[in-house]
């Protein structure tokens, strides 16, 4: 028996039914492993980690709000990669799998704007300021709803896979010219501050770099388990009106 | 590419609008009022008028896109006149190309009566850089013309359309909001120099990126 795929299409279909069972295998795993990791780093943040000397307890919320804007960029790169996918395979997988992406990258937008408002109305004194990296995360807030409102507006008759790829792919691609733009426009957020490769003893301590870390993948975590969870439903749905569909057309048939 | 199918699409787009000028001309009542509006938002002395005018320009400009995009495209849906142009011989990236440059030639027109009207509305002077404004105009609507084409395409492929097209497209322009208002204050403060060049690179940059993007993806969005 041969094991490899005869047709580059073959090993496309086998690889999505693969990487879908795989990950509904993993989904009650990873979503066990977020809740133990969130704990953990609850446990880190709160009692583990020393206060920061200058900010005191509002900088706690750091370490809430940069892994969140770090699996932010990581699920818009998922919906820019699946949505060339879309284009390129046209399978209904990788449209689900932008789908998802972009919902729950749309949430943990709002999460990581939201953490970073509670965070500067101590800090800098005020909610909102202009500054290039708030600005840049509102208007990717403004893009990504309109991916899902042409997703939800589309009509009937158009290929929404395409046309929300297509969106998806125009606004990635923009993300990175709109930061540089508005980063010319003014600055005043905080430098990054996780690695400082020119300065060796500067940078983040250890122990906080440690929370950070945990906090990254706790909160991947959570992002991958809420991403499968959604994938599942939608997959699910799909096969659901599908086998619908036969119904319908087997009991035409018997009549 | 076919050429001669982009030009005959955006020879056929100039004759239909110098027949009824209509949009361009309600486009630029429009614009030269939200200019106008501009200016009673606050109560701005000369200095103030100054700082605002280039971005009450971009902002202005911006919106009569809005309106004017969706219409642009709109006037494909009528008698499946966007269907004739698909089952036609024509790549949809020569479709798109001779849309764009339609659109552009329409934004032009308009800001050969919005540039003077807000010059002198706000006070402004152009220290004689006329050319490197032209310049700074030219490549910035390019840019906004490509998405905006795009995007109303797009908008007309869901039951929101004209509704969602802003919501689609700002967010995208900011960019070019940025190169528009701040090169061209730059240039009114301080002539050509190096922040002007800057801004002018920036807005050069991103209608080569999207000029291309939206010509290649545009298939995509106007197959049934």
């Known amino acids: 028996m041969r094991w490899w795929p005869r047709s580059w299409r073959q090993f496309w279909s086998t690889l999505d039914g693969r990487t879908y069972h795989l990950m509904l295998g993993a989904r009650p795993w990873i979503g066990w492993l977020a809740v133990g990791m969130m704990v953990v780093v609850f446990g880190l943040v709160f009692w583990w980690v020393p206060l920061e000397a200058i900010q005191g307890y509002p900088q706690k919320i750091f370490y809430i709000h940069v892994p969140s804007a770090w699996v932010m960029y990581g699920a818009f790169g998922v919906v820019f990669a699946a949505s060339i996918m879309v284009l390129w395979k046209g399978t209904s997988l990788w449209d689900i799998f932008a789908r998802c992406a972009a919902e729950v990258g749309f949430l943990f937008t709002t999460l990581t704007l939201a953490t970073g408002m509670l965070w500067g109305k101590p800090i800098w004194g005020t909610f909102w300021t202009w500054d290039a990296r708030l600005t840049t995360t509102l208007i990717l807030w403004f893009i990504y709803a309109g991916y899902l409102l042409v997703r939800a507006f589309a009509r009937p008759e158009a290929n929404v896979a395409r046309l929300a790829a297509v969106v998806g792919i125009v606004g990635f691609l923009d993300v990175p010219i709109i930061h540089m733009s508005v980063q010319w426009w003014r600055t005043l957020h905080p430098e990054p501050v996780v690695l400082i490769l020119d300065d060796p003893g500067g940078g983040l301590p250890a122990s906080m770099l440690i929370t950070l870390l945990a906090s990254l993948a706790a909160i991947s975590l959570v992002f991958a388990w809420l991403w499968i969870q959604r994938v599942w439903q939608e997959r699910t749905a799909e096969n659901l009106a599908l086998l619908e569909a036969l119904l319908e057309r087997k009991e035409r048939s018997a009549r | ?224």
């Open chain 2, 1 to 224: 590419m076919g050429w001669r199918a982009a030009g005959a699409i955006l020879a056929k787009d100039l004759r239909l609008e110098l027949r009824r000028v209509e949009t361009v001309a309600t486009m630029v009542v429009f614009a030269v009022l939200v200019a106008l509006i501009f200016v009673f938002a606050g109560d701005p002395t000369p200095a103030d008028l100054r700082r605002l005018g280039p971005g009450a320009l971009w902002v202005s400009l911006l919106f009569a896109g809005a309106i004017g995009f969706g219409r642009w495209f709109a006037q494909e849906e009528r008698n499946q006149a966007l269907q004739g142009l698909l089952v036609s011989p024509i790549d949809p990236a020569a479709l798109f190309a001779g849309k764009w440059a339609g659109a552009t030639v329409f934004l032009l027109a308009l800001e050969c009566v919005l540039v003077p009207v807000t010059l002198t509305l706000y006070q402004l002077d152009v220290r004689g850089a006329w050319g490197e404004l032209a310049l700074l105009l030219v490549l910035v609507t390019l840019g906004y013309a490509a998405l905006g084409t795009f995007f109303a395409a797009v908008a007309a492929r869901t039951t929101a359309g004209e509704l969602l097209l802003p919501i689609l497209l700002f967010p995208l322009s900011v960019p070019l909001v940025l190169a528009g208002a701040e090169g061209g204050q730059s240039l009114m403060e301080a002539g050509p120099t190096r922040s002007y060049w800057d801004w002018v690179s920036l807005a050069a940059a991103f209608d080569v990126i999207f000029g291309t993007v939206c010509t290649l993806a545009f298939e995509y969005v106007i197959e049934e």
